[in-house]
């Protein structure tokens, strides 16, 4: 519901208001820089990417301790593989059985997009520290799907 809610905060919002409810927001998941589980992981990646259109330094410091996170849970994914839920198949992420690592590299791919689109070159610089190459790599096609996409709604007038 968090995130719902999160995803409300934007247009029509003062940014001093929309910060205000972002920090609400984030301090609801308690003090940790990290997630606890997968859905406040969610959240909080929904979280920072709202941050990215107020304060984009903030929504990084958000970002940036999950990708610490994600890189101990995909090498954790390695270890765990076969036990209970397939993760990896020859060294590679399984991105169609809906296991939780792929989940969240969507996620975060999704996340360091939209930085990108604010800061570049903080945004690579962050994707190049996740440790996969596959996940990395979709954060680099991400990045490259939303700066089209951006680029297409620029230049048609639907901003």
């Known amino acids: 519901m968090l995130s719902q809610i999160v995803n409300q905060i934007g247009p029509g919002q003062k940014k001093a208001s929309a910060l205000l409810y972002l920090e609400q927001a984030r301090s609801m998941l308690g003090d940790s820089p990290v997630a606890e589980d997968q859905e406040k992981m969610t959240v909080l990646l929904e979280i920072a990417r709202a941050f990215s259109r107020y304060d984009p330094n903030r929504a ?51 996340a360091i997009a939209t930085l990108a689109m604010v800061n570049f070159e903080r945004a690579r610089e962050n994707a190049d520290r996740i440790h996969v190459p596959g996940c990395r790599m979709n954060v680099y096609l991400t990045i490259a799907q939303q700066a089209i996409e951006s680029g297409t709604r620029n230049t048609f007038g639907r901003e």
């Open 60 to 110: 990084f410091e958000v970002v940036e301790p999950l990708i610490a996170q994600f890189n101990e849970i995909s090498e954790s994914a390695i270890a765990m593989n076969g036990f209970g839920q397939r993760y990896y198949e020859k060294g590679e992420l399984i991105t169609t059985n809906g296991n939780a690592v792929a989940e969240t590299s969507n996620q975060l791919a999704m």
